[in-house]
């Protein structure tokens, strides 16, 4: 892809000709890759999720975005209004770089309510004319007609002493009667680290900073971005997503991780102690997830499907990337689960089921095929060393999910998916269960795979780009037989 200079990255969408703009859409909305359940841009970039809440019965999930081609460049939140989070209905950009403060973009933050009103706490993105970066939290409030009004000041001007400018992607939630924010940082040395800060008696424009969190995890990163902190079944999480982590065997392959630490917050010493830091998603493409209470009361997950500084296929098209599927969370044995969002069911048609056995010589080959689906696999009996899973085959592609029984590992292989992301060293992605498995649920799109193993043990997510051709789903075995139930759903999606 041509290289985009620094002018045309900061290039503001208000001034771009209307004309320009609708030639982008045609051209990315002929892409043979667009998605149809999942939240993708219409056009340009689309990276983290923010801004995730259910208020006044409505879901609000916003994204950051640069509108003008699939380049980091200045960075819009477009907003969508949900009523179940299957549909959604988009609502354009919400949040503009329109201020001295977030003039190079309006980056990463959540949403929440005070006395009626939605509110949204993000960082103010500034560079000087010597490119130097300056950041600041801001607020705005949206107006129950929807008008946006930031805050005059940013609300939290710079970082403390003894950090860098590497401090954004505020998390608000309620501690005590006060709101406080969590906020990603780098310290001095250059190693992430986790800042609180808290309203005084309420008030939105009076902050102070409460602190830095002591964790276990000194060095640990040169960066932690969008942190999250919320309580779940008794116990203090936090979701962050560390750069800088290099790779050890299977874990932390991909070129900035995410993951969570699980354990008990003592907010008065501000220290956590903490079990490991366990990765949300071992597979290609999954960052900076950020969640959110539901109607029900369910601790609920988005993520953005993508990573930075890697090129994918559909750059040339004008866009990139997509949100995930909502995940709805649970503290299960001192590990999150992540099961997919229940309301999904809305999207399932054409059911199919089959029962059988594959083995190494008779491939169990299904009369059905898709590019939409969810497809469910019960393992009713295995005696195969390894079971072999292809989806989206055809003479040309298939992607291969590999479940080795003895060492209970499942593996996602790339490489003969079809087109590939540019810069990704290795094909493979690997995770050892935690128990054998027994559930496969997968979500595939146009052009992607989620893999749901053991009820929401495991998951693995990925862009994938097949042919239109890439339909069929194969299963067999090394050697041993395995006695497989299937249920299939064609997913229609509207997008
Ligand atoms: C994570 C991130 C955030 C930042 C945003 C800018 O992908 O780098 O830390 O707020 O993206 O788009």
Redesign the pocket.
Known sequence: MAEWSREERYRRLEDVESTQLEDLKHQVASSKYRQTYHIQPETGLL??PNGLIYFDGKYYVSH?W?PLGAV?GL?YWFNYTSDDLVTFEPQGPILKPDTPYDSH?V???SAFEHEGHLYYM??G?HRDDNWERYASQMIAKVEKDGTIHKFGQPVIAHQPDGYTS?F??PKVFEYEGEFYAII?AQNNNELGRFLFYKTVERQLDKWEFVGELHTNLEDFGY?W??PDYFKLDGEDVILF?PQGLEAKGDKFRNI?QSGYIIGELDFDSLTFEHNEFIELDNGFDF??PQTFVDEHGKRILIG?MG??EINYPTDEEGWAHCLTIPRELSVEDGKLRQRPLKALEKLRTNKETALGYADKFSRMLYPYEGTQYELNIEILENEASEIYFELRTSRKCSTLITYNTREQKITLDRTESGLLPNNVTDMTRSTILDTPLKHLQIFVDTSSIEIFCNDGERVLTSRIFPDEAATGIKTSTMSGQVYLQFTKYELKGER
Request: hydrophobic share 20%; net charge negative.
């Open positions: 990276n983290d950051q640069f980091h960075k973009g980056y990463s933050g993000y960082t993105n590497h954004r992607d990603g960066m971005e969008c997503s900035y960052y900076a953005w990573l930075p």
